[in-house]
């Protein structure tokens, strides 16, 4: 089992950059992939970027594709997700996710674990 902790949410405006953190305890860390996700008020929670559990390989949304970056570093326990350029409609709470395997889904069910979200919020 793995506990998840994020951290580095905010009030940006549009344009601005925001690194969030997700810090691991538990389990080996490189046991798992990945994923961060986000949900918007009203919204289903959608997929923005996985990484497998080496850090060798990375998935991203369309929409985030070019502007955000996911990193991990396994001697930390802690993956990243780097955002440039934001823009309002990436206003959302933002979750981390572990999956035992390393699939890298960008479904939402196929993760085992999730911390508690931080809120990003981008003013126009």
């Known amino acids: 089992q793995v506990q998840l902790v994020e951290s580095g949410g905010g009030l940006v405006q549009a344009g601005a950059s925001l690194r969030l953190s997700c810090a691991a305890s538990?389990?080996?860390?490189?046991?798992?992939?990945m994923g961060w996700f986000r949900q918007a008020p009203g919204k289903e929670r959608e997929f923005v970027a996985s990484?497998?559990?080496?850090?060798?390989?990375?998935d991203y949304a369309d929409s985030v594709k070019g502007r955000f970056t996911i990193s991990r570093d396994n001697a930390k326990n802690t993956v990243y997700l780097q955002m440039n350029r934001l823009k309002p409609e990436d206003t959302a709470v933002y979750y981390c996710?572990?999956?035992?395997?390393?699939?890298?889904?960008?479904?939402?069910?196929?993760?085992?674990?999730w911390g508690q979200g931080t809120q990003v919020t981008v003013s126009s």
């Open positions: 996710a572990a999956d035992e395997t390393d699939y890298r889904s960008s479904y939402y069910p196929d993760y085992d674990y």
């Open positions: 538990g389990r080996t860390f490189s046991s798992y992939a």
């Open positions: 990484i497998s559990r080496s850090g060798g390989s990375t």
